[in-house]
C-alpha cells in the first residue's frame, strides 16, 4: 500500500527501511523540507536542487551501502551521500538483476 500524501509534505518516504524520500516538487538547494515516517513530520535541508521525482537521503549514506526505496534495496552508493542529497545515476549504482554481483563474480 501507497503511503499517503501528508499535507505540507515536500517528499514522501514509502518504507519505514528506506533511506530516501521521493519529492513530490522540485526542491530547491538549501531549502528546509517535510516529509513523513511513520507518522512522524521530519525536516531536513536539502544540499542539492532535487528535481521532481528523484531521491533525496534522508539519513547518511556510506559508500557502499545499499540504498532502499519501497522497503527494497534498489542499488549501492558508490560514494558517501550526506542526508539532504540528490540520489541518482551519479552516485547509486543499481545491482538489482545483475547476477554478477548477486553471485560474488567479476563481471566479464
Do not use: F, W
Request: include cysteine; proline fraction near 3%.
Amino acid at each position: 500500500m501507497a503511503a499517503p500524501i501528508e499535507a505540507g509534505a515536500d517528499a514522501l518516504v514509502m518504507d519505514a527501511a528506506d533511506h530516501v524520500a521521493t519529492a513530490i516538487r522540485d526542491i530547491t538547494a538549501g531549502e528546509t523540507i517535510q516529509y513523513v515516517i511513520q507518522g512522524r513530520t521530519e525536516s531536513l535541508t536539502a544540499a542539492d536542487a532535487i528535481p521532481l521525482g528523484h531521491k533525496i537521503a534522508i539519513a547518511d549514506i556510506p559508500e557502499g551501502e545499499k540504498v532502499c526505496k519501497y522497503g527494497e534495496v534498489i542499488g549501492r552508493a558508490t560514494e558517501a551521500i550526506g542526508r539532504g542529497r540528490h540520489l541518482h545515476v551519479h552516485n547509486i549504482e543499481g545491482i538489482r538483476g545483475r547476477g554478477d554481483i548477486a553471485k560474488g563474480a567479476s563481471a566479464s
